[in-house]
């Protein structure tokens, strides 16, 4: 088994089963929402990794999009019934999906289904990076509810086109900037970076970013150990000059930005084990 299926209000399903109509608005228009979360299973069993938390994202973003609210007791129903269905070692990721409903049957209810994925557990390698505009301002989004600025929405054809772009262009991956030239985040990772003894990530207000579960577990345990975190804006030119950048996500882990635009950027292997054990993906 390689991947799981289960649908809210009816349990697990056979993974080939159709889960979703032609005229879901979320086939039809990307209108539906979802969040991803990292599942291990080893020898103390299988466990969904700071589940809470993106169960909270994935209700911020319902409320965002102007979706009915979930009911996350029986999200989580379904999540311990898909858990204990899933007998494959090693790591996976659980993907949560809703849609708003129908396109041409107003109120009818949209999809709501995960599945559970087997996943690569080989360490992110470092990575490559280039820079790419999203054409807008860094506080673009502070006055404008409308874009959908910290939603985690299906309408990822953005996010895909810069993976191609990046592959084009012999990089292994994007670092979204702002139109006023500031780092943003990646098109499926938050960004670190490192100051000396002090670390920063780019603030979600104003700015439209994804809220990072992963960046948020870092820095409560970077704050715990007496290291300083604080969100600002950073430019590529200071990322570039800095003691070390990492992009984070729940699929990736963390993974070391070793060139940016071109130029090298500072490594760390001591900052990068700390992280990673800081986001549950290793000892330091």
């Not at 103390?44 to 589940?51: H, N, Q, T």
């Not at 996350?72 to 311990?80: D, G, M, P, Q, V």
């Not at 790419?132 to 673009?140: F, K, P, V, Y």
Request: glycine share 10%; net charge negative.
């Amino acid at each position: 088994m390689r991947q799981l299926v289960a649908v809210l209000g009816t349990g697990v399903v056979d993974a080939s089963d159709a889960v979703v109509t032609a005229d879901d608005l979320g086939i039809n228009r990307g209108d539906g929402v979802f969040d991803a979360a990292r599942v291990v299973s080893d020898a103390a069993g299988v466990r969904v990794e700071l589940l809470e938390p993106h169960l909270a994202r994935f209700a911020r973003s319902h409320q965002k999009m102007g979706m009915a609210e979930p009911d996350l007791a029986a999200w989580r129903a379904l999540i311990e019934e898909a858990v204990a269905a899933w007998d494959v070692p090693g790591e996976a990721i659980l993907k949560l999906i809703a849609t708003r409903g129908l396109e041409h049957e107003p109120g009818a209810p949209g999809a709501s289904f995960l599945t559970l994925t087997a996943a690569d557990t080989a360490p992110c390698p470092p990575l490559r990076v280039i820079t790419l505009t999203t054409g807008r301002a860094s506080d673009a989004f502070a006055d404008a509810p409308w874009l959908l600025g910290g939603v985690k929405s299906l309408s990822y054809a953005v996010n895909v086109a810069v993976a191609r772009e990046a592959k084009r262009r012999g990089v292994d991956d994007v670092l979204f900037t702002s139109s006023d030239g500031y780092c943003l985040e990646g098109p499926r990772s938050g960004l670190l970076v490192r100051f000396g003894d002090a670390f920063v990530t780019t603030p979600v207000a104003g700015t439209g970013i994804l809220d990072s579960v992963t960046i948020g577990a870092v820095a409560e345990g970077l704050r715990s150990r007496g290291l300083a975190f604080s969100e600002r804006l950073v430019t590529p030119a200071e990322l570039i000059a800095s003691d070390g950048g990492w992009l984070l996500s729940a699929g990736r882990g963390v993974a070391e930005i070793v060139a940016l635009n071109g130029f090298p950027v500072a490594t760390d292997a001591e900052a990068s084990a700390l992280l990673r054990e800081l986001a549950g993906f290793g000892t330091a």
